[in-house]
């Protein structure tokens, strides 16, 4: 499976078919004018007339291209004296072949009338795949009936963001036949997504999990994915806002909380003021990037000829630079969910979408408490504006700290420090030590920032005599050194407990120097490539000269000019890289040329 043969290949024991999902389940074969041709693999029938599969499982092998036509079997119905039959194509702007990093590989077909019986099941979407038990149905050879076997999801996966991760259990493997397999959450009725590959042991499987389907094919998933999406659409950015965004200090600290780095915290509080619009900005889109159906700066399109590109998805090759060069990437599908508390109420959330999402969240919260082999870390919650909500500050922060010691993981978004939600916060919600610890934290990143900046000086010091107009290495150090002795000073007689103001003044005070850093890192970084752009010149130049004083060529007249010429630009003093590039190059040809006349191939 995941090479485009759905057909060889034993499987091992596995669970037999439950009857109860029959009408589902399909079969698909290659077309032939006359019999039944080779098993492809497996789909999922939606609805009356739609069938989701792997782009692989159906691609004519001659072309590698969609096929004119797939032959799709209901071989699980009961009460029929031979199996049903229909003829499907693919549906306009549903092909998505795979490419760039294990993205795409999906397909929806649409039979040529409808299935003898509808199906009833949608796709679901999941907060938190990890340790979630699982069932895997496929059409292995030798196996007409179809297979089911066991398996639990580990979370994200694969070589790219888009697949989730299955451990299968027992002694089954995953073969040829279950790609394109529904995987159904063991113990209900919900499909979580299917199956699009296998290692080569067949113990360890990857599925396009339902957010990944609706992030290609929005129309499909407004009819058959249900369940909370991790953004709001209120939240949601387009992707030219997250291609043109400017890095900004609190962005690392959400990056850090979601990818669980080991100097962030289960809980964390990010302080915005009413009007920093730009951080507000940078906020929404780090947590778009961090949801698998969104990831503006991830999903990069299909091949061309491949159909209609999803809803925020680029060319590929396109993204975000300026977030990616400064490290600003989360992995798409680790955010759970977004909780935007404006205006709704906590405890009793008159608005649906909140409601059903805190639903979703507890029950799976439940579920994988009662996991033996449950995560070690909890799905990321960010809790928008927990201020604004009209929830009784103390009933809020409550029901906060059931969702934490249920093993969520918080993002804590305030806007005002004065009001009643961040003093029970302070005094219910972290720990005692927060302040203290937070103050420490600061002073490490501004040990790193006077660190950066001083490598910087060091190789301005290199670059200023050879290059024009170098950036300048920031002076932002003993500004954040000076604020850390102010905080301190704040801090100590509070042994350690910070109130919310100096919650607050801390929040802004590390989202400061990460931006800082931000900044001196980029200087650094470009006065390093001016660097070895400029080492990299003089030695390509050196080479060149080197090749000809071996046939005693240095003193020809073709190469005299060029090369003083080259050798004034990169020595005599500053100049522009591009001019000391084009110069080089110059004298390089004459070279070449000459090399040539001389007999060296």
Known sequence: MGDGDGTRGAVGAGVETPREHGSWRVRLRRWATSGSGDVLGA????????????????????TGLRPDRVRVEFPLLQGLTRTPQRTATVAAGHWVPAFGKAQGDLAVLVLDEPAPVPSPVTLHRTLDYRGAPVL???????????????????????????????????????????????????????????????????????????????????RFAERYVSGPHAVPGHRVVSPEAARAARPHGLQRTVTRWLEAAADAWDTEVLFIAEDDERARQALYVVLNMADREQAPHLAAGPPPGCGPQSPGAGPPGTGTPLLSRAGIAPRAGSIALVLDLEGVALDDPGRPEVRDALAVLRHELRHAARRPTGPAR??????????????????????????????????LVVRDGTHGFPYAMAERLLPADRAAR???????????LADTERRARSLFHRVEPHVVDPPAATGYAARAALWTVQLSDELRPLTGRGGPGLLEKLSRAEQAVDTYLLRAAAVESELREMLDEHLRLRALLRDHLARLARRGLTEHPDTVGPYREAQRLLMAGPCPLADAERAVEAFARVARRLAETDGDA
Do not use: N
């Open 136 to 218: 895997i149905d496929g059409f292995p050879e030798y196996r007409s009936g179809g297979q089911w076997l066991t398996g639990v999801c580990r979370g994200p996966g694969g070589e790219g963001d888009e697949r989730v991760q299955i451990d299968l259990g027992g002694a089954g493997g995953l073969r040829g036949g279950f790609s394109g397999s529904g995987v159904l959450e063991e113990g209900g009725d919900r499909l979580l997504g299917i199956v699009v590959q296998a290692d080569e042991s067949g113990e360890h499987g990857y599925m396009i999990p339902a957010a990944t389907v609706a992030k290609y094919f929005r």
């Open 378 to 411: 909890g799905p990321a919650v960010a809790v928008l504006h927990a201020d604004r909500s009209p929830t009784e500050p103390a009933t809020a922060v409550r029901v906060l700290r059931e969702l934490a010691e249920a093993g969520a993981r918080l993002l």
């Open 438 to 448: 937070w103050l420490g934290r600061i002073g490490v990143r501004v040990d790193e």
């Open 43 to 62: 789909g999922v029938l939606f609805g009356g007339d739609h069938v989701l599969t792997c782009a692989h499982v159906v691609r004519d092998p001659a």
